[in-house]
């Protein structure tokens, strides 16, 4: 299975590994994808000393596509950042070939992974200011 994780990442330069903090709250740095070992689907991650990541769950994701933002690629690799001594390594545990509802599949769970984060919190949605957001597409556009 990691052989084949490895394959699909390295149709990728780099990738966003996503963990938490001590408090979890989401930690994420770029990360090389070369280095992600097809036998064992370990990939060792240097963190800045000014990032406060700890043990757990984490996500790899890996992205990419035309300059529209069309012809999207992606791959994700589930797993938990490890303590090794001195040294992090994202341990992966769960990884499934993209197929094309990934992106759409992918979508729905964040969604449904956002309100769990506001539910447990007892937050709601925040607004959209959809008049800013339009002014922002409109000078964008040159208009």
């Known amino acids: ?3 084949e994780a490895a394959k699909w990442l390295g149709k990728f330069d ?3 590994l996503t963990g938490v903090d001590a408090e979890g709250y989401p930690v994420s ?6 280095d992600f070992d097809a036998a064992t689907g370990a990939l060792s991650v240097a ?3 000014t ?3 700890a043990e757990g769950p ?4 890996a992205h990419s596509h035309d300059e529209k933002l069309w012809s999207l690629n992606m791959i994700q690799v589930k797993g938990n950042l490890e303590r090794r001594g001195d040294a992090w390594v994202f341990q992966s545990n769960s990884f499934d070939a993209p197929t094309k509802l990934a992106f759409v599949q992918f979508l729905r769970r964040n969604s449904t992974n956002a309100q769990k ?3 447990k919190r007892g937050l709601q949605r925040p607004p959209i200011n959809w008049v800013a957001v339009k002014e922002i597409q409109r000078r964008s556009k040159g208009r």
């Not at 984490?58 to 994701?61: G, I, K």
């Open 47 to 49: 963190f800045p000393d």
């Open 58 to 61: 984490a996500n790899l994701l």
């Open 14 to 16: 780099g990738a966003v």
């Open 51 to 53: 990032l406060p990541v």
């Open 117 to 119: 984060y506001l539910d």
């Open 29 to 34: 740095i770029r990360v090389g994808t070369r």
């Open 1 to 3: 299975m990691w052989a």
